[in-house]
């Protein structure tokens, strides 16, 4: 089955550092790319981040210079360094499976792990 | 940027109806739109990529067409299970707003 399975997650004083993980399982060919997307309380979702094969990332203006992304694809793992965190920072952060059939689409998502940022 | 509207932000309709929701992207992202369904408290689940493409194992009853800026999804008959949350998403991965179903 394939599955990707969060972690990490948890309450955070702002200005504080989290790193989320992303545990991979049930498909075993390198995937072409993986994505963080997050979704404030009652609000939309947010693409976060995203990462392709050979290391090239893209980050949202929001978390540009804060958050890290990177892949282990020997210990099929997804990672999301969080640095400097912010109240708007609160969120489910899911990441998510780069689709095979489309360019940009994801096809695999994880439950999701829930960060809080309070004080 | 690209930004993207959906329309409307929430609908109310009768099982068996069909319904429609619009995504518009602020410039040309030829057939680069992607359809999600999101229940309370699940991850967000593919329905249709590339604009019209019905992901694998997702019900006939979900369409979706539409190039340049103007998308459309259908569901064909609405049935209780489809109350959700819909997005659309473009290229650059970023989100639309959401419509929100409900059953009438």
């Known amino acids: 089955e394939v599955q990707l399975v969060e972690s990490g997650g948890g309450l955070i004083q702002p200005g504080g550092s989290l790193r989320l993980s992303c545990a991979a399982s049930g498909f075993t060919s390198s995937v072409k790319y993986m994505s963080w997307v997050r979704q404030a309380p009652g609000k939309g979702l947010e693409w976060v981040s995203v990462?392709?094969?050979?290391?090239?990332?893209f980050y949202a203006d929001s978390v540009k210079g804060r958050f890290t992304i990177s892949r282990d694809d020997s210990k099929n793992t997804l990672s999301l360094q969080m640095n400097s965190l912010r109240a708007e920072d609160a969120a489910v952060y899911y990441c998510?499976?780069?689709?095979?059939?489309?360019?940009?689409?994801?096809?695999?998502w994880g439950q999701g792990t829930m960060v809080t940022v309070s004080s | 940027d690209i930004q993207m509207t959906q329309s409307p932000s929430s609908l109310s309709a009768s099982v068996g109806d069909r319904v429609t929701i619009t995504c518009q992207a602020s410039?040309?992202?030829?057939?680069?739109l992607n359809w999600y369904q999101q229940k309370p408290g699940k991850a967000p689940k593919l329905l249709i990529y590339?604009?019209?493409n019905l992901e694998t194992g997702v019900p006939s009853r979900f369409s979706g067409s539409g190039s340049g800026t103007d998308f459309t999804f259908t569901i064909s008959s609405l049935q209780p299970e489809d109350i959700a949350t819909y997005y659309c998403?473009?290229?650059?991965?970023?989100f639309g707003p959401g419509t929100k179903v409900n059953i009438k």
């Open positions: 990462i392709y094969t050979g290391g090239r990332t």
């Open positions: 410039q040309d992202i030829i057939n680069f």
């Open positions: 998403q473009q290229y650059g991965f970023t």
């Open positions: 998510a499976r780069g689709s095979r059939s489309s360019s940009y689409a994801f096809d695999v």
């Open positions: 590339d604009a019209s």
